[in-house]
């Protein structure tokens, strides 16, 4: 079982930054490649962006390319989202989840935090 935390939203102006932070716990961090998702109200789970365990590779949403970096601190066990630039389409509740791939689908994270809520006021 893995436990996660996120933290870091808020309500920040458009053209503003936030950096998410993911705290795991319980089993341990690797080998879990490390997913952002989100999810706008009445909108279904969006993926955001991804990394391996190692951090090596990353991918990222069309949408966010350019304006997000994902990272991850093994040592301590958190994983991060640097969001910059960031628009009023891009408010929406923020999770973590944990998976043993290296993908982009929510069906193939086996665990999930409980988000948190990012707005960006226009």
């Known amino acids: 079982q893995v436990q996660l935390v996120e933290s870091g939203g808020g309500l920040v102006q458009t053209g503003g930054s936030l950096r998410l932070s993911c705290a795991a716990s319980g089993r341990t961090f690797s080998p879990y490649a490390m997913g952002w998702f989100r999810q706008a109200p009445g909108k279904e789970r969006d993926f955001v962006a991804a990394?391996?365990?190692?951090?090596?590779?990353?991918v990222y949403a069309d949408s966010v390319k350019g304006r997000f970096t994902i990272s991850r601190d093994n040592a301590k066990n958190t994983v991060y989202l640097q969001m910059n630039s960031l628009k009023p389409e891009d408010t929406a509740v923020y999770y973590c989840a944990s998976s043993r791939t290296f993908r982009m689908v929510p069906e193939t994270y086996d665990y999930w935090g409980q988000g948190t809520q990012v707005t960006v006021s226009s």
């Open positions: 990394i391996t365990w190692s951090g090596g590779s990353t």
